[in-house]
């Protein structure tokens, strides 16, 4: 999810805010049907690549 407006985007995975250039510096992005998206840690970014659509599931309720 790119910034839009000065927020954040979120972790889809737990639902924290990330700031994308420190996920970025890390290498924790992914991009999933052309959209990018931020974690906040490696494991997130690995359930993410693991299922991403059951992260972008509508009915999923992130929780940290």
């Known amino acids: ?3 839009t407006m000065g927020t954040l985007p979120h ?3 737990c639902g924290m805010s990330v700031e994308p250039a420190q996920a970025a510096a890390k ?4 991009e999933h049907a052309g959209v990018t998206y931020y974690f906040c840690g490696r494991g997130c970014l690995l359930d993410f690549r ?3 659509d059951h ?3 509508p009915n ?3 929780s940290m």
């Open 1 to 3: 999810m790119e910034t």
């Open 27 to 30: 290498g924790l992005v992914a």
């Open 60 to 62: 999923y309720a992130p």
């Open 50 to 52: 693991d299922d991403p």
């Open 55 to 57: 992260y972008l599931d």
């Open 11 to 13: 972790d889809p995975v």
